[in-house]
Every structure is written in C-alpha cells, then in structure tokens.
C-alpha cells in the first residue's frame, strides 16, 4: 500500500464557550478557569500521512498566519504523544485544511491538535486514554475537551473536563473581526488580572439545571469585562451587530470573534442581517460529541 492510501481523515470542529469565569490565579502561573464549551459544525479538516512528506502544511481560507512548522500545535501533539508512546512522528505527515478563523477565540488550533491525537490513536493501535490526555494537556488548556467535544464542563486550567447532556441543536452565527492583537489570550488574561476575580457560580448553576434552550443573553463570559477596551473597535462591533440583528451578542472564548446563539431556524436571518458589517459572518450550529 502506498503511503497516500493510508491517509487518515478527520475533523476538528471549532467551539464557543457558554460560560467563561476565570476565578483566580494558580501557583503555577495559569489562571483557574471554570467553563462550559460546546463544538459547532464548523471545523477544520486534517489529514494525517504516516508515510510523509514530513512536516505540516496548510491550506484554507484561513490559512494565514497558522505555522507550518514545528511549532503549529498539531504538530506539538503528535511529537508529545509519540514521546509518552515511544513513537516519535518521524516521517508523519499533517495538512490541516484551515476553515476556522485563527486567533479568534473558537480554539481551532487546539481542536487540529486533538485531532491529530485521536488520528494517531487510530494509526498506532492500542494507546491508553491516559497518554491522550497527558498529551493533550502538555500543549495547552482546550485540547483535553477536544478529546470529547460535544457540551461539557472544564476547570482547573481546562483539563478537568466532565462531559455534561448535549444540548439540542443550536443555531449559532460568529462574527469575526478583520485583526486581533499579538499575544492576545496573555494580554486579555494580564487585563483580566488588574480587576479583582469575580466570584464564579454561572458554569455550576448549567451544570445542576441545564437549560433547554440557550440565548446569547444568558452566555456569561469573564472577558468581557476587558475585551472591549484590549480589541480596538470591537465595542462599535457589538453595538452595530445588535441594532442590526435585535438580540445580544456575546465574546466567543478570549475573542474577538462575537457570536450569537438561539434556534436554528432564526441562524440565516442572523447573519443577513449582519451582512456588510466590519467582519467575516459564518453560520454553523451546534454538533455533538465526535470521538465519545
């Protein structure tokens, strides 16, 4: 068998958060978050070549600005799994077909990373759920979730994560602005650190009494407390994409996309309202756990 017919596929969906509190700062220099996350439909493709070239590439209408080299975290995953494994990537090849925007808050490179993870789980055969996670949480906060998908609860840094009951489908519309900032997640996390931690209790009252429905009205995001001074323009955003659209909008993650959520039926009225405002508009909707 070639090595092009041993491709293995997959999807890396992108994710908003509903709840979003970070509650303090640890020892070790993270932040304490506690949040829920739930995956969309919209999703990056990745494609893993055992047999190479070796390397990662990158295609995609969001391309831009996503590394193709060894520090893109997709490949971070496979080097990290591969050392707790005793396989190194050697000849491995990923290309990650890019339909998430970058930087925006919706943790695409985190779901590319837990993709590769769980595409090598196939390859490899036989890996223990143990060195996934471990893998996982080597390369950042979001990828143990990505492991599961679907509506769960994260705490700790994000790697404690509990799987919670799906939710029905929701409709949801991101709005995503033309820039963001340099080292966007510390800047906002050193924002955020200058005001006092807000009293966390949101992501638990979800997780006793899940609601049926969801509105952006009810998505509670700790970064909102400082997104729309560190993002130049993004409250003139907000505030044009409401009177357009007549509901809220919410912070998606550390931002700066803007996303609203409600019923699927209502999603394409949402993003032609929003059409010729200063963004890309995407519609997708609310998915499932993929790997579960």
Same mark, same amino acid.
């Given at each position: 068998m ?6 293995r ?9 509903l709840v ?8 070790d220099g ?7 996350l739930?995956?969309?439909a ?12 070796p390397?990662?590439?990158v295609t995609g &209408?969001? @391309?831009?600005?996503?590394p #193709?080299?060894?520090?893109?975290l997709?490949?971070r $995953?496979?080097?990290? =799994? /591969? %050392?707790?494994v ?13 339909q998430?925007p970058?930087a925006?808050?919706?943790?695409g490179?985190a ?10 789980e ?5 890996? &223990?759920? @143990?060195?996934?996670?471990e #893998? ?5 906060s979001?990828? $143990?979730?990505?492991? =599961? /998908? %679907?509506?769960?609860?994260a705490?700790?840094?994000?790697e404690?994560?509990t ?6 489908p ?9 820039g ?7 800047s ?13 209790c #949101? ?13 952006a %009205?009810?998505?509670?995001n700790?970064?909102e407390r400082?997104?729309?001074d560190v993002?130049?323009?993004l409250a003139?955003?907000?505030a044009?994409l409401?009177?357009?659209?007549g509901?809220p ?7 700066p996309?803007?996303f ?8 394409a ?8 405002m ?15």
């Amino acid at each position: 068998m070639s090595a092009p017919d041993r491709a293995r596929v997959g999807l890396a969906p992108a994710k908003v958060n509903l709840v979003l509190e970070v509650v303090g700062r640890r020892a070790d220099g993270y932040h304490e978050i506690d949040t829920i996350l739930q995956t969309l439909a919209l999703a990056d493709g990745v494609t893993l070549r055992p047999g190479g070239p070796p390397g990662v590439s990158v295609t995609g &209408p969001f @391309a831009g600005g996503v590394p #193709a080299d060894e520090t893109n975290l997709a490949w971070r $995953a496979a080097v990290a =799994l /591969g %050392g707790i494994v005793g396989r190194p990537p050697g000849s491995l090849g990923i290309h990650l077909d890019k339909q998430i925007p970058a930087a925006g808050g919706l943790g695409g490179g985190a779901s590319d990373a837990a993709t590769v993870l769980r595409l090598l789980e196939a390859e490899w055969g036989g890996l &223990p759920q @143990a060195a996934l996670l471990e #893998a996982a949480s080597s390369i950042g906060s979001d990828e $143990a979730f990505f492991l =599961l /998908g %679907g509506t769960a609860r994260a705490t700790g840094r994000g790697e404690r994560v509990t799987p919670l009951p799906g939710l029905p489908p929701h409709g949801v519309v991101l709005f995503v602005p033309p820039g963001t900032i340099e080292r966007k997640t510390a800047s906002m996390f050193a924002a955020l650190g200058r005001l006092p931690f807000e009293h966390a209790c #949101a992501a638990g009252e979800f997780t006793r009494h899940p609601p049926g429905r969801v509105t952006a %009205g009810q998505v509670v995001n700790s970064f909102e407390r400082v997104a729309f001074d560190v993002f130049p323009g993004l409250a003139g955003l907000q505030a044009g994409l409401e009177a357009a659209i007549g509901e809220p909008v919410r912070l998606a993650g550390a931002g700066p996309t803007l996303f609203w959520i409600g019923p699927t039926a209502q999603a394409a009225g949402v993003a032609s309202a929003a059409r010729g405002m200063d963004c890309t508009v995407i519609a997708t909707e609310t998915v499932g756990p993929q790997w579960r």
